[in-house]
């Protein structure tokens, strides 16, 4: 079956410590998209990529980075320089860039803790 | 900018009650509009759409009609079930820019 994946479902990292959480689809999709979910917040932006070899920061980037050197692959890193960490992060990916009309098909999300 | 507001939760209502969540929202010329269910330790699932005014987006039971002059995509169902108990999100894309803005999303709690 056709889907996103995302591993692991729950990460535990102690402070000053990187961190890659994994995102793969086989859709065939164009677009993917990091969202990070905090409780009682709607989701936020974190990074987006068109095309492969390509990616453009969203609403927060701020201590995260990405890469897209592969069409089914988008990692995420938590860098140490993210101060808050904590949160529930979510990757999407949607057939094609451009159209508003291409829904967004989520993962089941990372959990990720810092200790 | 583009912002969507909802109702806050939770939303509690026994089996078989008739469903509504507020959904409004501020855009620049015409948007898509979404709701996207979260289902416990789960990713979000869409659960319609609708790409222009008047449509109406409908799926498992749910309705919500895209009223532009009101600026509202209401969410609705004639009669829950403990099942659909999750967190619901309304959310909107901007013409030619796949980025969505979500809403807060409304806790749903369905007690039998």
């Known amino acids: 079956d056709g889907g996103i994946t995302q591993s692991p479902k729950y990460l535990f990292r102690k402070e000053g410590q990187n961190v890659t959480l994994s995102c793969e689809q086989n859709?065939?999709?164009?677009?993917m998209y990091w969202y990070r979910q905090d409780p009682g917040q709607g989701l936020r932006l974190i990074y987006y990529?068109?095309?492969?070899?390509?990616?453009q920061k969203g609403d927060i980037a701020e201590g995260y980075s990405v890469s897209r050197e592969k069409k089914e692959s988008f990692p995420l890193t938590v860098t140490s320089a993210q101060k808050n960490p904590t949160a529930f992060y979510l990757c999407?990916?949607?057939?094609?860039?451009?159209?508003?009309?291409?829904?967004?098909?989520f993962g089941p999300g990372t959990r990720l803790t810092v200790l | 900018g583009n912002s969507v507001t909802q109702m806050e939760g939770p939303v509690t209502l026994s089996e078989e009650a008739f469903l509504t969540i507020n959904c409004t929202y501020t855009?620049?010329?015409?948007?898509?509009l979404f709701w996207y269910v979260q289902y416990p330790g789960e990713g979000l699932q869409l659960l319609l759409k609708a790409t222009k005014a008047d449509d109406k987006g409908s799926n498992k039971g749910f309705e919500a009609t895209y009223r532009k002059e009101t600026t509202s995509f209401h969410l609705e169902k004639g009669s829950v079930q403990v099942s659909d108990s999750a967190v619901y999100f309304c959310a909107l894309s901007g013409r030619g820019f796949q980025k969505l803005v979500f809403g807060t999303g409304t806790r749903l709690l369905v007690s039998p």
């Open positions: 990529s068109q095309i492969v070899n390509d990616f």
């Open positions: 859709l065939n999709h164009d677009a």
């Open positions: 855009a620049t010329g015409y948007p898509s």
């Open positions: 999407a990916s949607s057939r094609e860039w451009g159209s508003s009309y291409n829904e967004q098909f």
